[in-house]
């Protein structure tokens, strides 16, 4: 079984704060992978990064950074000095190797407001 | 240039009126996924493909089916909805299963009256 949870349902930031999108997930496999999406309002999921269980390196994409810690089962997502552009529907997923399927699971998603 | 589209953006059918919502790619993956996607929810995985190979989740009701007739299309079908039907359908692809990030189509808005 695999299970990803977001619990934050809905942050609420001012224009230029740092906010943290907190993911935590559940698996037996050892060989799984992690993403995160996000989903505008118009819509269409985008994808944002994905990691392997094999490589904890965190990563820095511009304002973004991902902090994946497999000791507690966490995969973070950093918004650094935020922009009203960033407001969407952020969802974290994973994908196990289950019979051989990688299927990808989403969390419920948390919903970011950036206010100027 | 949108790779995933599905048609049409919004829908309104009639309780138990069949309908059919269509996505068409452009990046030849092997991989269609159709999700639900109910207000404040999580996708749901209804079904996906690999290439003609037809895999229904556990949970999909029998009244939701689909078809790939070739790579570039893959249809669901919902042969009589209900309001419970209602939501956002969501078609992906990937050039694998999920160890590749899914290219998302812009969705479909299902409204049953």
């Known amino acids: 079984a695999q299970k990803v949870t977001q619990a934050q349902t809905e942050i609420s930031v001012v224009e230029k704060e740092d906010v943290t999108l907190d993911c935590v997930y559940e698996t037996r496999d050892t060989t799984y992978y992690l993403f995160w999406y996000k989903q505008p309002p118009s819509g269409e999921l985008v994808f944002l990064i994905r990691r392997n269980s094999f490589d904890e390196q965190n990563e820095i994409s511009g304002r973004y950074s991902w902090n994946f810690q497999k000791s507690t089962s966490s995969f973070n997502f950093t918004i650094t000095a935020s922009q009203v552009v960033d407001s969407a529907v952020y969802f974290c997923?994973?994908?196990?190797?289950?019979?051989?399927?990688?299927?990808?699971?989403f969390g419920r998603g948390t919903s970011l407001i950036v206010h100027p | 240039d949108a790779m995933v589209i599905q048609n049409p953006r919004y829908q309104v059918t009639q309780f138990g009126k069949p309908v059919t919502l269509s996505c068409s790619q452009t990046l030849n993956h092997n991989v269609m996924y159709w999700y639900q996607q109910k207000s404040s929810q999580a996708p749901k995985l209804l079904f996906h493909y690999y290439d003609k190979d037809f895999n229904n989740e556990a949970d999909t009701p029998d009244n939701f089916q689909s078809r790939r007739p070739n790579t570039s299309f893959c249809f669901l079908d919902i042969r009589s909805p209900g309001l419970g039907d209602a939501a956002m359908y969501l078609c992906?692809?990937?050039?694998?299963?999920?160890?590749?990030?899914?290219?998302f189509g812009q969705g479909t808005r299902l409204t049953v009256v």
């Open positions: 997923a994973l994908s196990e190797g289950s019979g051989g399927s990688y299927i990808p699971t």
């Open positions: 992906a692809t990937s050039s694998n299963t999920g160890n590749t990030e899914a290219f």
